[in-house]
């Protein structure tokens, strides 16, 4: 069974900085796409970064250039450098792979994990 499984939320201080990591496992043989989505209380689910298994990356407006996505496919796992943390960066983040082809042969669309708690307060 493929599962998603994140750490490094936690709570910081404006201005701040966390690193959330997140590893999958369960026979997978390939990940076309490895991102990071939040959902803010009240608020529907966004996109945060995404990255291809080429390394092609793309943001939302409201993190460029403070946060940085990166990702081992070696060890299926993706990792975001988050820096200069903003209030309105509080959220629930998600790690989700997209397009995960298992030893088995099949392919899921998508793989989420449980989420982890980002909150920046002074």
């Known amino acids: 069974q493929v599962q998603l499984v994140e750490s490094g939320g936690g709570l910081v201080q404006p201005g701040g900085s966390l690193r959330l990591s997140c590893a999958a496992s369960?026979?997978?043989?390939?990940?076309?796409?490895m991102g990071w989505y939040r959902q803010a209380p009240g608020k529907e689910r966004e996109l945060v970064a995404v990255v291809t298994s080429g390394g092609m990356t793309n943001y939302a407006d409201s993190v460029k250039g403070r946060f940085t996505i990166s990702r081992d496919n070696a060890k299926n796992a993706v990792y975001l450098q988050m820096n200069s943390l903003k209030p309105e960066d509080t959220a629930v983040y998600f790690c989700d792979a997209g397009g995960v082809r298992t030893y088995s042969n099949f392919v899921l669309d998508d793989v989420w994990g449980q989420g982890t708690q980002v909150t920046v307060s002074s």
């Open positions: 369960g026979g997978i043989f390939s990940i076309n796409t």
